[in-house]
């Protein structure tokens, strides 16, 4: 199936700290969404992208989509003890029926 | 998030034994999906049905099966030709293809394990 890689697979900031993690396709994606699952919990959408260079802040959330449609970021400003969690990106390829492919996850771990 | 139910929260699995994932939703969507969530690996889809009465393999359906005889309903039954089963199971739902919103609403996640 359609590879979507996501680095990198943890990253350990002190609070305060800014974070990003990257989401990257060989093949252009029709649209991106991101998820975020607390430990213990299930995923919850976080938004999606749809458009060519398209940028969406959520407070201190800052998400990109690519020019090319090939990749995407997710940018938290000054984290907190509450953002802790594993981000992922979900996608299917421009033009295929919606089949979501995720990517493995970048685990966010916060230092008080 | 509310509106998809999955049980139990906890299963054991023994040897040769078939065991069934419960997943429900009163939200109306038409398509559903099983994902498998083994740590480090993401999430891998096991089974999608964009509509009742019809669903389709995904990357990992060796070893499972699945029915969707109501739009409400996608059980998963792990039979005991998965030999690696111990995994974190969710059910996700959304609105489906024709209505243009892509979003997935998942379940609380069953854990089973192997006795």
């Known amino acids: 199936g359609q590879q979507v890689m996501q680095i990198p697979q943890y990253q350990h900031v002190q609070e305060g700290e800014d974070f990003t993690t990257y989401c990257n396709s060989s093949?252009?994606?029709?649209?991106i969404q991101w998820y975020k699952q607390r430990p213990g919990g299930h995923p919850v959408f976080l938004i999606q992208?749809?458009?060519?260079?398209e940028v969406k802040k959520q407070k201190r959330l800052t998400f990109q989509f690519g020019e090319a449609k090939k990749n995407s970021s997710l940018h938290i400003t000054a984290t907190q003890t509450t953002d802790v969690g594993t981000y992922f990106c979900?996608?299917?390829?421009?033009?295929?029926?919606?089949?979501?492919?995720f990517g493995r996850g970048t685990s966010l771990i916060v230092h008080p | 998030d509310g509106g998809i139910t999955q049980s139990p929260k906890y299963l054991f699995r023994k040897e040769g034994q078939n065991v069934t994932l419960s997943c429900e939703q009163n939200?109306?969507?038409?398509?559903m999906y099983w994902y498998r969530q083994d740590p480090g690996q993401g999430l891998r889809l096991i089974y999608y049905?964009?509509?009742?009465?019809?669903?389709q393999k995904g990357d990992i359906a060796e070893g499972y099966s699945v029915s969707r005889e109501k739009k409400e309903s996608f059980p998963l039954t792990v039979t005991s030709a998965q030999k690696n089963p111990t995994a974190f199971y969710l059910c996700?739902?959304?609105?489906?293809?024709?209505?243009?919103?892509?979003?997935?609403?998942f379940g609380s996640g069953t854990q089973l394990s192997v006795l």
């Open positions: 049905s964009q509509i009742v009465n019809d669903f």
């Open positions: 979900a996608s299917r390829q421009s033009g295929g029926s919606y089949i979501p492919t």
């Open positions: 093949t252009t994606l029709s649209n």
């Open positions: 996700a739902s959304s609105p489906g293809g024709a209505s243009g919103i892509e979003k997935l609403f």
């Open positions: 992208l749809v458009k060519s260079g």
């Open positions: 939200l109306n969507h038409d398509a």
